[in-house]
């Protein structure tokens, strides 16, 4: 029987394009596995860095304190007050007064001085990015300590010795622990703390990546034997060939669908804007403590004309590229305000919160347009909370100080988003002058089965307080998450344990359900009982 041409065609174009398939499918996996094991890598070294550049600005502060309260001496009275400074600080051992070419001339604690295995000097001492800091390391019997120095004047310096715990950085998962090591280095080679060093051999394959510090002398170091990753090349292999050509397929489809589609993503977001698409869903800001709602944090939906809900992951990132997150967080505002203005004038401590991106900020006329949408729905400035989001960094930071400066002198409260894992230090959110610090949902799901996590926390509030600041956690979702934060001196919080982000229709009837009466402060909204 002869065969016919085009069935031999079709069945070539077919093996063609499996075989096209099973090639990129390759490719995909490879790189995906590649990619994923650099992730996690370059994400375990930030982590380790923040943590180590939150301890060194602790101790910033602590001698920035130190040196406002007045002149510091070696006289007795004046090493009591030091002392009962360091008493009062946990993560700081000693504060020894020095000359300035870097010799000791004493410290809060004397017999501390006897635990050195050698002091360095001065040029000795690295100095931080902006030179308001040098860095040292303190070799003790007992381990490695890490010294900040500060000058106050022509003359003296303070330095503040911290103790670094390895534990804090015990960052690695549990089934890489045996089979990684994580170095943590002053300059570009003097370590200051290392875990068991990794056991290699002549055959081990070693995966590594190292992390600099941009504000101070400090890098990160993590390895990992490759033997220990979980191998993704095998058993996942042709699971993800197979899904790679389907990604495919369906890619092409989406594409020849959007081809024909008239139109373009920023043309759909401009008509939802003008359509007052995007609505305000609301999830509840409780104290940790009582279970009381003491306000509410306003998050962009994107409500279709069939009523389905677009999650914020699908456009954000397009309107934040394409400028329309502006007018997108104005009417967001607007209409979270306008929802809630009875509860807001009923209860004069509610307050409303939305996101605000730092170019917005910054941006001319900012100001302007924010008393004017607060105005129009006769809302007091005290009720609204700005939080500033960390996806990109603040260009001009003593730009934006003096902008939070005229907000808070407007009565509106600005808060820090994402704090411990974002682009500012503590540094700079102390220069910046906010009122509240937002703790990261990463540290709060690790709280309970990490003890470096607590620590994070419990150094975070204690700064938060020297500052003047509150504290809100992000992210709760069990009673276990919400006891620990409490006991870390958390005292507010939102997260799934309470309420996810609701239509304000349901925030509202969740507000009257659970609305008492409270002591003389008027109104508060008490969540449901198993959880306060």
Known sequence: MQMRWPTVTGLSIAAAATMLFVIAGHFAATAL??????KQLRELNDVALRRLEIAVDYGAATLAELARRGPVDCDPPALQA???????????????IVRRDGQVRCSAYSETLEFDEGWPGRDEMLPAGDQSLRIFRVDQFFGVALGVLMDIDETTSLAAILGISDSLFDIMPSDLRDHSDVLLELGEGRPLIQSPPLKMSSSSEIMSAATISARYPLRTRIRIDKSAVPDWNREPYLPIVVLAALLGLAFGILLSRAVARPGSPVAEIDAALAARAFKPYLQPVFNLSTGVIVGCEALARWIRPDGSVIPPSKFIPLAEASGRIEEMTWQILAVALSELRLQLARDRHFKVSVNIMPRHLMAVGFIDELRLIVAATKVSPRQVVLELTEREQLEDLSRAAAVVRQLRDLGFRVAIDDVGIGHSGLSHIQTLGANILKIDKFFVDSICRDSAATAVVEMVVRLARELKMSVVAEGIETRAQLAALVACGVEEGQGFLVSPPVPA??????????????????PRQRVVADVA
């Open 82 to 96: 030091v002392r009962l400074h360091v008493y009062q600080r946990g993560a700081v051992k000693d504060i020894r």
């Open 33 to 38: 596995i590649d990619g994923q094991r650099s």
């Open 505 to 522: 229709a349901d925030f509202i009837a969740m507000l009257d359900r659970q609305a008492r009466p409270i002591g003389d402060d008027g």
